[in-house]
């Protein structure tokens, strides 16, 4: 059990650095999808909106085996499997994101740009200062949540072979012939989902405490 335990830790870095290499590169994106969801140009808009339902309207490990065999059929080209993991999860995840940030930009009465231009604000200061604040407050419990999915949806990493946490511990169960490495893994899960809502919480306090 000793040895399972050690290769099960090995395979929870390869969920961390999903998890983490998808937040890294997610979050601005989806930032960039929102604006391009709020443009003026009705051409960008529309080629925005039908990517995030794309996104949003199929299953993740669709999109994983989408991303990974689609070079392959249509150009003939294979690449690793782990920088295709990363790539469905961005685009997947930087949909969701992009969604949250628009609700909470358009939560923002337009009043307070005028304001800022009023009181000699640059734009940038403005959004900065005084939007950006106001946004991530508003948006922080929706993207809380996208960010425990997230850590669930890491076991999804396995549809294309990646020997990620999840894998590993149904390998061990099938070799064993036993359950506990699956019971195993859900605790692994468990506590860095803990230890997400725990920061995320954090956070939450820290800013009701420096606007209270």
């Known amino acids: 059990m000793t040895k399972i335990l050690l290769l099960m830790f090995k395979a929870t870095v390869v969920n961390i650095q999903i998890f983490a290499l998808t937040l890294l590169f997610a979050l601005p994106l989806g930032f960039i999808v929102a604006k391009g969801r709020m443009s003026r140009i009705r051409i960008v808009r529309s080629l925005v909106n039908i990517y995030i339902q794309i996104m949003r309207g199929t299953p993740l490990i669709l999109q994983l085996i989408a991303v990974y065999f689609a070079p392959y059929y249509i150009f003939g080209v294979s690449y690793n499997r782990f920088t295709a993991v990363i790539i469905a999860f961005v685009i997947n995840y930087a949909a969701y994101f992009a969604e949250i940030y628009r609700s909470g930009l358009q939560a923002i009465d337009r009043g307070q740009y005028e304001a800022g231009k009023v009181l000699g604000f640059t734009k940038a200061y403005t959004f900065f200062h005084i939007i950006l604040p106001q946004v991530f407050k508003i948006i922080l419990p929706a993207l809380a949540g996208e960010v425990i999915t997230l850590v669930k949806d890491t076991a999804l990493a396995q549809t294309i072979g990646v020997a990620e946490l999840f894998r590993v ?24 989902n803990w230890v997400v809502s725990k920061f995320f919480s954090y956070i939450e306090h820290k800013m009701d405490y420096y606007q209270g």
């Open 169 to 192: 511990a149904q390998n061990a169960a099938s070799r064993e012939f036993s359950t506990m490495p699956i019971f195993v893994a859900g605790i692994f899960f468990f506590v860095m």
